[in-house]
């Protein structure tokens, strides 16, 4: 829900219109985003099930370290990248529970 | 090899380090320099402790053992600390605002603060961490025997029972000096905290160091260790799609039950903000722990003897490629993954074990219950430090039961799936208000039975507390009741089988019983109060009436937090409802955050118990849940906004009649005061006046003549001191008196003080009580002045103290910039009533004048103190007539001149 900024909204302007709400709406889709990190990795962590690597001749071990430790490094990225604008968040007490 | 003196030598060096930037942290944290104590890095460190000897040492067992299995471990932690904003802010926020000191605290609060849930988390605590300290215990004397013998991979030990004993004994001191400072769980640990963030920092290095060297001193660099890893035994992945899962979900639900990972995660949290660089930089943490355990593993595989033990390949592999200085690097970092998981769970059972089962106990057996609670602190610190000496006894006792076996390997695993049980209860008390006290405890004894049935006991091996009879065919012959295979299904991993259906009937029971039952007001309250933790415009109360007597309250109080602790936070609570001394009015709203404090030195349901001694009547009502409870909350609001104003005026109201029955006392005085006065200043006249007359007769013998001129003699110097007095008062009231500043000793002026008031009914025998050392302190100040006010302060008590053996305290403090000075004697008191108007001119408390004085003394020492700038007041609730003078250690100059 946005509505249009009478004051700023001068065409030509190339600056995004400025309206209250933009920030802690992007700062709730921040929580969000946080909050989906854990179901994304295992999501990707559980993925070596479908390889079946039991069942499978070819060695699995190998292949299979680099993908964890890439999917943990990625995990790692995605939360530094988020911890910068949650903390000014709790900063503001914007800490709605749901 | 490396001669064993020289590793001992090291290990002790590093203990001493230890120590000392434990004991420096305490002290720099003390005098308030303390700032990077409380850095989100050394949150992150301090979280390593999840990282024990057995992720050390056995990651790489476990890897050599099933390959990339050994990830799981770290695996469902790191999603739990990604996924920061769920479930651990929420966490991190109930525990502060509840103020919880442990995870049985958690549940117990969450539920109603029922201390029985209490007492079932902290046996469930520690029936599921002796065995793990005893694993620590033995990884130590494990990796010491590998230095000791003769052959690197040596399992026949030559003293591992007094080695166990000595790390034992070390480790108990440590965290018994360290871990129980203060009794406020809310008051950080900064000495452990530290001491584990160094360990951390040692840990991960130790395990970089033999990583790094494993593959560029070993092997030939990164693309030469893949190449071994597919060469090696290890090189096919048995991934078990149910131990996939099932390990990364335990091991998830550790990081959020262990006790040691509540200890460090929430409650000893400094601010939520640290969440937010854990949250990444921990996971990064597990990374790095876990990057070089597959290479270790294979390079050891390869390289080792056959045979030899893969749990010690971080210790054996440098030593019998020998580097010796790496080696003892390694075995300091296993032994700092083994001392700090040791020391932070010690402390946190200890808090359990005392806050829910020797205080409560200890309460009840007492007659008089809290009322006569009487020194809790010390109870409590005591009971604290036997409890830390219990823990590791019990670790210990378990070590040299099972005989440092190869079964406490297994122990690590077994503990996570004894204490994730509280993940229902945690998680569903959390985020559904639903769920209630009969729900928990049901779900917590099914899951805890379920364990020991089917994993703890089966644990022992067949010659332990389950034959290897039941274990074939079940109890009474029944099969289907078979510990590995309940309801007649065989052939689950037996980990993955005890898991699942411990925490699958736990669930059940939880929700059916909360299902089922209807929960108690005050847990309908703590249910809002968890789940709408952020939602602050739903203030939740546990008291809803106040009219405590508050006087007891503070006696309680003191017992708890300590003299000075109790005494400022209630004169804190009394400025801030406009009242001046240490008793405010106990409102609903004081009740409770007096409640929360001492929640966070005792634990919730000792402390809730406590109050309710005091507030009886006053608990939770079925109309204050309608407030929390309704739909229709504006309306709610908006009444419970009137009713807050009308509490508010209520309470202006009383303040105000406080104040006019002041006044109309005082007025009484005065005219009392007059009456008196004239018939003070009049007696000595009248007998002045008559004695002169019979001294004019000219022929009165000369021994008359002189006792009669001495009578008049004494008669003037009694009215000469009540002139005196009366001018002395007049001028320092308008804060005129010229004022004598110099440096003196604190001591010299209480004895002279002493020394000068033995005159006032010297027939007492009075028993002074005195700290001397502590009074040696230096004051510049009016000395003279200073001296008047103790002299008026110890003879009052020789005048009105009507104990039999009457008995005067004197305690000097320092307290920042001042110093405190406290007069209590042992008698009955002074009246409530009467407190306000003591130091009031012309109050007299009894109507005699034996006192020989006209009720001047304490309101020149009001005024006098005033002038130096200092206060005196009366203290309630110390057993006696209390007052304590308080001044600036250094008076202002500029007042002085």
Not at chain 2, 476 to 491: M, S, V
Request: hydrophobic residues 50%; glycine residues 10%; charged residues 15%.
């Amino acid at each position: 829900m946005t509505l249009p900024d009478a004051g700023t909204g001068r065409r030509g302007d190339r600056r995004p219109p400025v309206f209250l709400a933009r920030r802690s709406y992007r700062r709730r889709r921040m929580m969000d985003a946080c909050r989906m990190l854990p179901i994304l990795g295992a999501a990707l962590w559980m993925i070596p099930i479908l390889w079946h690597p039991a069942d499978t001749a070819a060695d699995d071990t190998a292949p299979g370290i680099v993908y964890l430790f890439a999917v943990w490094i990625v995990l790692v990225a995605l939360a530094a990248a988020l911890s910068r604008g949650l903390t000014r968040a709790l900063e503001d007490g914007e800490d709605e529970g749901g | 090899m490396v001669p064993f003196d020289l590793l001992v030598a090291g290990c002790i060096a590093y203990v001493i380090l230890l120590f000392a930037v434990a004991f420096v942290a305490e002290r720099r944290a003390r005098s308030g320099r303390g700032g990077w104590l409380r850095s989100p890095w050394v949150y992150t460190l301090s979280l390593s402790v999840y990282c024990t000897a057995w992720t050390f040492y056995g990651a790489v067992g476990f890897a050599a053992r099933s390959g990339l299995e050994f990830a799981t471990i770290y695996m469902g932690p790191t999603l739990i600390m990604v996924g920061w904003w769920w479930i651990l802010r929420k966490l991190v926020r109930i525990g502060r605002t509840q103020r919880v000191t442990s995870i049985a605290d958690l549940i117990s609060s969450r539920y109603g603060k029922s201390n029985l849930l209490g007492v079932i988390v902290t046996l469930l605590a520690v029936v599921g961490t002796a065995p793990y300290i005893a694993l620590q215990l033995q990884s130590v004397t494990l990796s010491f025997g590998v230095f000791a013998a003769a052959s690197p991979q040596g399992w026949a030990l030559p003293d591992q029972g007094v080695t166990a004993i000595w790390v034992a004994a070390g480790l108990a001191l440590f965290t018994i000096l360290f871990g129980t400072r203060n009794l406020d769980a809310n008051e950080r640990h900064h000495g452990v905290v530290i001491a584990i963030a160094l360990e951390a920092v040692v840990k991960l290095v130790a395990l970089f160091g033999v990583g790094a060297f494993v593959v560029w001193g070993v092997a030939g660099g990164v693309g030469d260790v893949l190449a071994k890893i597919e060469a090696s035994p290890i090189a096919d992945w048995p991934l078990q799609p149910g131990r996939w899962i099932g390990l990364t979900f335990l091991s998830a639900a550790a990081l959020l039950t262990l006790p040691r990972m509540f200890q460090v995660l929430v409650v000893e949290n400094a601010d939520e903000r640290h969440l937010a660089t854990a949250g990444w930089a921990f996971p990064l943490y597990l990374l790095a722990m876990s990057l070089f355990v597959v290479p270790i593993a294979v390079v050891g595989l390869e390289r080792m003897p056959a045979g030899s033990n893969p749990d010690l390949f971080v210790l054996t592999l440098p030593l019998s490629e020998g580097n010796g200085g790496l080696a003892i690097l390694a075995f300091l970092g296993g032994f700092s993954s083994a001392t700090s998981m040791v020391i932070v769970a010690a402390i946190a059972l200890a808090t359990m074990v005392s806050n829910h089962i020797v205080t409560p106990l200890w309460l009840s057996l007492r007659a008089g219950g809290a009322r006569a609670a009487g020194d809790v602190r010390g109870l409590v610190l005591t009971a604290r430090r036997l409890s830390i000496g219990v823990v590791l006894a019990l670790g210990y006792g378990y070590y040299s039961l099972s005989g440092g076996s190869e079964a406490l390997a297994a122990i690590g695993l077994i503990a996570f799936v004894g204490l994730a049980q509280i993940l229902p209860a945690m998680l569903g008390g959390i985020f559904w208000r639903g769920a209630t006290r009969v729900g928990a405890g049901a779900g917590l004894v099914t899951g805890f039975a379920l364990w020991l049935y089917t994993l703890f006991l089966p644990s022992f091996g067949s010659s332990g507390l389950i034959s290897a009879e039941v274990l074939v065919e079940g109890p009474f012959g029944w099969g289907w009741l078979r510990p590995q295979a309940l309801f007649g299904i065989e052939g689950i991993d037996p980990l993955m089988h005890a898991m699942i259906w411990s925490l699958a009937l736990n669930t059940a029971a939880f929700l059916i019983g909360s299902l089922l039952s209807f929960p108690e007001p005050l847990e309908r309250m703590q249910g809002a109060a968890f789940v709408h933790v952020f939602d602050q415009s739903r203030g939740t109360r546990g008291w809803s009436r106040g009219g405590a007597e508050p006087e007891g309250l503070l006696v309680m109080a003191q017992g708890i937090l300590g003299g000075e602790e109790a005494q400022r936070f209630f004169q804190a609570a009394a400025v801030e409802q406009g009242k001046a001394g240490f008793l405010p009015d106990t409102t609903p709203d004081f009740i409770d955050r007096l409640e929360r404090r001492l929640a966070g030195a005792v634990g919730s349901a000792t402390a809730h118990a406590m109050i309710a001694q005091f507030a009886e009547g006053a608990a939770v009502s079925v109309q204050d849940l309608m407030a929390v409870a309704s739909e229709a909350q504006q309306i709610k609001e908006y009444s419970a906004q009137l009713e807050a104003k009308s509490e508010e005026l209520a309470r202006t109201a009383r303040q105000l009649r406080e104040v006019n029955d002041k006044l109309t006392d005082l007025s009484v005085q005065k005219d009392a005061f007059l009456s008196q006065i004239s018939h003070e200043l009049r007696t000595p006249m009248t007998s002045i006046r008559a004695f002169s007359e019979i001294l004019m007769e000219p022929d009165l013998p000369e021994p008359m003549r002189a006792k009669y001129a001495e009578i008049i003699h004494e008669e003037a110097i009694r009215l000469t001191r009540l002139l005196d007095d009366l001018l002395d008062l007049s001028v320092l009231e308008n804060r005129k008196a010229q004022l004598t500043v110099q440096v003196a000793n604190l001591h010299d002026l209480i004895e002279r003080a002493i020394t000068s008031a033995s005159s006032t009914r010297p027939d007492r025998d009075f028993t002074f009580h005195r700290d001397l050392p502590t009074e040696h302190m230096a004051v510049y100040t009016d000395t003279d002045r200073l001296v008047q006010v103790f002299i008026n302060l110890v003879s009052n008590a020789r005048k009105y103290c009507d104990a039999d053996h009457p008995e005067l305290t004197i305690r000097v403090r320092r307290a920042g910039a001042r110093v405190e000075v406290d007069f209590v004697d042992n008698g009955s008191g002074i009246p409530k009533k009467s407190q306000s108007i003591i130091f009031e001119k012309f109050s007299r408390l009894t109507d005699t004048s034996r006192a020989g004085g006209a009720g001047l003394g304490l309101a020149i020492c009001r005024e006098i103190m005033a002038n130096l700038g200092g206060t005196i007041e009366y203290l309630p609730g110390q057993g006696g007539a209390a007052f304590r003078v308080s001044l600036p250690v250094r008076r202002g100059l500029t007042r002085a001149a």
